[in-house]
């Protein structure tokens, strides 16, 4: 992990270029909590793929028979309250929440980046106005702003992915435009400016691939948010609705099992914490190797 | 500092202006009819008038939120559509047990998280650093409400030395504050530990070893002295997460807070409440951030507020 309070990876000076981004790799291998964090990513990927190879049937699928049973070899994670298999049903979660967590970064980014880059670059009145918008949604915490756009917009994977990503845009738009104002008055852009390009274009071409560092780290630890907002607002019963095997849900109805069958309420809740885990770890890592300051 | 705090409470001004915009544009984001949807599915057409002539839906817009502001500012949230007791009462009832579960929380983080970062960052680079940054992340990665369910197996169901859930003694405070604490732990010790490093590498610390002085007194009181100032912001910042933890933690103790009041509110369609807490746990929010700006003052006497 950095040594730096705050990471300084909107650098104007640091350019992208073919040295650079062997540099990145190599510190970014060298770090072994960030490739652990890969790795661990990579396997959820794979879990997300490959869902119905690895678990043959229908997660969602009840079988009362088998309610509660404890982990065994036929079903190495037990079954839940209706006998569903938890390992199938956790394995189809990874698709779930991998989705969600695309979902709600894509939102976050498509919003937040165009507002982030139009408010640090144009400044006056449309910065102003962006900003005060985005002070506004910072005065509620992450969850509870999510949690008032689900008891607007309704229950549901869409929902919860909108209002999730709608919550991210103000953490976007704050971090785009900081970058914005320093990569702004650069050399470069005065240039293309006095060159006559359309301010679109310079934003596009000059400004944009310079803020993407901080986007890419953003991005990554916006993940694991996500896979968290999504989780608990699935275990209050107001995000993504059973059968659907959500984590966070599965969670929600292994409450009223926790004296007799404890093991429903386990594993999807280590399944969430790896995945998080995973997406800090590699986001951890990529500040790091994205960070001039910090050394190999 | 007088002028400071009045000119502060002022700027606070637009946000509130901005959360109450928000909030009154929440109801009116509702999909189909805002009255219809307040008075229920089996309500009629007479019971739909009513709530659209109390709401003031027949006026226009800006009419409507010029008077939906009045009340606010009269802090007439108005009334719960499941209870019908007025808003405000609903949330000043449960506000003491969310405001005690929310302290003793922030006590425990910095109880744990402060000395941890501060091992950590005295030494750097060695087991005891690891354990305390790999602990921190995990407890940034781990869902608050899946270690509160582990807490009530572990100490309710196989040791049976705490109660599971809802509200007492002291007992029933431990599991609750403990699950909120965990997540808030996690940022105070790796802010600390940041900044630690920080301020440790910096000459006046090299100063006051030279001098020959204990190494205690060095870290205690010449480095985490100095690095006070950016933990306490993060400790105000968490409070924020703290909020949002509260209505998870809240759910699985069967905590009477405001935080499992949103949720039932949420679950039933309560609006007004919605509406209430979200506006309460924001201004509780903006405040804690104010108080954090004039803790400042205490903490560093360089800082004066004019």
């Not at chain 1, 309610?67 to 956790?90: H, M, N, Q, W, Y």
């Not at chain 1, 929902?159 to 704050?174: A, E, F, H, K, W």
């Not at chain 2, 802010?191 to 002085?213: C, F, H, N, P, V």
Request: glycine share 10%.
């Amino acid at each position: 992990m950095s040594e730096a309070t705050e990471p300084n990876v909107c650098r104007p000076a640091e350019l992208p270029s073919e040295n650079r981004w062997r540099r990145f790799w190599v510190k970014l291998r060298r770090n072994k909590a960030a490739v652990a964090g890969g790795i661990l990513l990579l396997l959820y990927v794979f879990c997300a793929l490959l869902a119905p190879v690895l678990f043959r049937g229908d997660p969602a699928a009840p079988n009362l028979i088998l309610a509660l049973e404890p982990p065994s070899f036929k079903d190495l994670l037990g079954t839940d309250e209706l006998g569903r298999s938890i390992l199938g049903r956790v394995i189809y979660g990874a698709r779930i929440s991998l989705l969600i967590a695309v979902g709600v970064v894509s939102v976050g980014l498509l919003i937040g980046v165009p507002l982030g880059l139009i408010s640090g670059y144009f400044g006056g009145k449309v910065d102003f106005l962006i900003q005060r918008v985005t002070d506004a949604m910072l005065a509620f915490p992450g969850f509870l702003l999510a949690l008032a756009l689900v008891s607007v917009l309704g229950v549901g994977i869409n929902n919860t992915v909108i209002s999730i990503g709608i919550s991210m845009i103000p953490l976007y738009i704050r971090l785009v435009r900081s970058c914005v104002l320093t990569v702004r008055e650069e050399v470069y852009v005065e240039a293309a400016r006095a060159a006559g390009t359309r301010d679109g274009m310079i934003l596009l071409r000059h400004i944009l691939p310079n803020v993407m560092v901080p986007i890419t780290v953003q991005t990554s630890l916006g993940m694991g948010t996500a896979i968290l907002f999504a989780a608990g607002l699935g275990f209050l019963g107001i995000g993504v609705q059973p059968p659907t095997p959500e984590w966070g849900a599965m969670l929600g109805s292994a409450r009223g099992y926790l004296f007799n069958a404890p093991h429903v309420a386990t594993f999807p809740g280590i399944a969430i914490f790896l995945a998080v885990l995973s997406f800090n770890l590699l986001g951890d890592g990529l500040r790091d190797a994205l960070d001039p300051r910090f050394k190999i | 500092m007088l002028n400071y705090v009045i000119k502060r409470l002022f700027s606070m001004i637009p946000v509130l202006v901005g959360i109450s915009i928000l909030l009154f544009f929440m109801l009116r984001m509702l999909p189909g009819d805002p009255a219809q949807v307040l008075a229920g599915q089996m309500a009629s057409p007479e019971e739909i008038e009513t709530i659209r002539k109390q709401l003031g839906l027949d006026r226009p817009v800006y009419e409507q939120y010029l008077s939906y502001l009045g009340r606010l500012v009269r802090l007439d949230l108005g009334r719960s559509a499941r209870t019908q007791n007025p808003v405000i009462e609903e949330i000043w009832a449960r506000l003491p047990n969310t405001a005690l579960l929310a302290v003793v929380a922030i006590g425990l983080a910095c109880l744990f998280g402060i000395p941890a970062g501060v091992i950590s960052a005295v030494r750097p680079y060695t087991w005891v650093d690891y354990v305390v940054t790999m602990g921190a992340l995990f407890g940034i990665s781990m869902p608050v409400f899946w270690l509160g369910l582990m807490l009530v197996v572990v100490f309710a169901v196989v040791l049976r030395w705490l109660p599971a859930g809802g509200t007492g003694g002291w007992q029933h405070v431990v599991l609750p504050s403990v699950t909120l604490a965990s997540f808030v732990v996690a940022f105070i010790a790796r802010m600390t530990r940041s900044t630690m490093l920080e301020t440790l590498s910096l000459d006046y610390i090299s100063t006051a070893r030279s001098k020959g002085l204990r190494e205690t007194v060095v870290v205690v009181k010449h480095a985490l002295k100095n690095a006070l100032i950016p933990i306490v912001t993060v400790v105000g910042l968490q409070f924020g997460l703290l909020l949002g933890g509260a209505v998870l933690t809240e759910t699985v103790f069967a905590w009477p807070g405001i935080g499992r009041l949103i949720v039932d509110s949420i679950l039933a369609r309560d609006y007004p409440v919605i509406q209430g807490t979200i506006l309460i746990f924001g201004l509780l929010y903006i405040l804690v951030n104010l108080a954090v700006d004039l803790l400042y003052v205490v903490i560093d006497p360089r800082i004066r507020y004019e």
